[in-house]
């Protein structure tokens, strides 16, 4: 699903396999290493990529799913933990073939060509999530207590 090699101790450059989709191999990956606060960063090419648009009037996620080859420009996010497991938040940029650029909160995307990300762990840090009535968000949760 990946390689990886790992620099300066906590910190990982992974190259994702092709045809992968890349929330399930990074999630996979930070299982693997116990990773649960950290962030996450990479370029790459992908075939499909589904965006999460939230509404705020309904405070829900409009889906939209777009089957083309992309550029991946940016994927940049956060990794945090929701009852004990590991929550992404990512979100991702991806240019077309006529060079214009669609992006958005990422649900999932497909590698078509290749993913290279960067990632960085906090150890010891507690970064949770907790649901917010007003936004309809999971919002940062820095105290357990
Ligand atoms: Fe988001």
Redesign the pocket.
Known sequence: MYKYTEVKGNSFVLSLDNHVEVAEALTAFCKEKGILSGTVSGIGAISEATF?F?DPAIKQYVDRTFREQMEVTNLTGNISQKNGEVYL???LTASRRDYTCIG???LSARINGACELFVESFPGTYTGRRPDAETG?NLYEFDKS
């Open positions: 999460r939230l938040h990512l979100h958005g909160h990422l968000l």
